[in-house]
């Protein structure tokens, strides 16, 4: 599995964080900034991961920024992405198993290094439960597709 990983200034701290975790696990990553701490624009990054994850189906991404959210609602402008602002190891996992979110974001003022960290970890180390929750997703698909129909 791929991890892309994009962040901008607000998240560089807990980005890199998750990059030294993802080479001591030997993940297969690629990074896409930024990567200093000059002031950038985050839907840039968000929409760079996003497309990578969409182009890529064995993959997932993490995005970081000073809360998670701004790269978050920029990810999911993107078709396909389901992307989850998670603050703490109960919604990193159940973002996994039951929407079956393929980006977390992340923020650096809101959460540590280390948190970081065990959040990235525990999302990408956790599976899709499928079932209910494959219905639930593919109406979230229908709403973005605009098939939806009560
Ligand atoms: C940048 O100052 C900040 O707005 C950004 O990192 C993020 O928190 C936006 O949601």
Avoid: Q, W
Wanted: aromatic content about 8%.
């Amino acid at each position: 599995m791929k991890v892309y990983l994009g962040c901008d200034h607000g998240g560089l701290n807990i980005k890199n964080a998750i990059i030294e975790y993802l080479k001591e696990n030997k993940f297969d990553y690629t990074d896409f900034g930024c990567y200093t701490e000059d002031s950038v624009d985050y839907p840039e990054y968000g929409y760079k991961v996003a497309k990578a994850v969409t182009e890529d189906a064995d993959s997932l991404g993490i995005l970081c920024c000073g809360t998670g959210i701004g790269i978050s609602m920029a990810a999911n402008k993107v078709k396909g992405i389901r992307a989850a602002v998670c603050t703490n190891e109960f919604m990193a996992e159940m973002t996994r198993r039951h929407n079956n979110s393929n980006i977390i974001a992340l923020g650096g003022r809101v959460i540590d290094e280390p948190t970081a960290v065990k959040l990235a970890d525990i999302f990408l180390n956790t599976e899709f439960e499928g079932d209910r929750h494959t219905r639930r997703v593919g109406m979230i698909t229908a709403i973005e597709e605009g098939t939806f129909e009560l």
